[in-house]
């Protein structure tokens, strides 16, 4: 059983670029959220996708958005980067939405520095 | 509005001291409670969860709705429980909200 991997693990980026972050989620996994991590924070909520449609979103921009795919990985963009999007960006997955017992697992998190 | 808090940012005690770890949330409604918990150069993993009223690792939490609390609790610390410790909340929808962290240090 392979754990949640994302890529890259670094990435720098200036202002007004757009960026492409992937997640791909632990085998047998339907459900990825992911978390803005700021230095000295706790992860922030930004979205989620079940089974390929947006199940939550956070408090983010429509800059901010998403996608699954029909494997469950999943990719997070975002356009017009500004100073503050610089964090780590945490990827999760989950085996349903729905459970109640359900339990994420992190992925080791791909740290954005915009300049 | 969903909120947690964690007021200290750094709790310091020694081996074979009890700890307490501090959350307190706001949410209108039947909150899920969790504590994540990250070790030195290792991943965000689940510790524990409210409903599950577990005990991992020797730690502890009871969900405190009067209080509107869920205090991390272990009689008696080990030096391998240095961490970042985060209380969570799932409320509406799928939403979860992390606290800031406490990084909890274990002194020998």
């Known amino acids: 059983e392979t754990g949640v991997t994302q890529s890259p693990t670094h990435l720098i980026k200036t202002r007004g670029q757009q960026v492409t972050l992937r997640c791909s989620s632990q085998s047998g996994h339907n459900t990825v959220s992911w978390y803005q991590q700021a230095l000295g924070q706790g992860p922030q909520f930004i979205f989620q996708y079940y089974r390929e449609e947006e199940n939550g979103r956070g408090n983010f921009p429509p800059r901010f958005s998403g996608l699954q795919f029909p494997n469950y990985s999943s990719e997070l963009n975002v356009n017009a980067l500004e100073l503050d999007d610089s964090a780590l960006y945490l990827c999760?997955?989950?085996?349903?939405?729905?459970?109640?017992?359900?339990?994420?697992?992190f992925g080791p998190g791909t740290r954005l520095t915009v300049l | 509005a969903q909120r947690v808090t964690q007021p200290e940012k750094l709790l310091s005690v020694f081996k074979g001291a009890p700890v307490e770890l501090k959350c307190n949330y706001s949410?209108?409604?039947?909150?899920?409670l969790f504590w994540y918990v990250q070790y030195s150069r290792q991943r965000l993993q689940l510790l524990l969860r409210?409903?599950s009223r577990e005990s991992i690792k020797g730690f502890t939490a009871d969900l405190n709705k009067g209080e509107t609390s869920f205090h991390l609790k272990k009689p008696f610390a080990q030096e391998e429980d240095s961490a970042m410790y985060y209380c969570?909340?799932?409320?509406?929808?799928?939403?979860?909200?992390f606290g800031p962290g406490t990084r909890l240090s274990v002194l020998p």
């Open positions: 409210h409903i």
């Open positions: 999760a997955s989950s085996l349903g939405s729905r459970q109640r017992e359900d339990t994420q697992y």
């Open positions: 949410y209108s409604g039947s909150p899920e």
């Open positions: 969570a909340l799932r409320g509406y929808g799928q939403n979860f909200v």
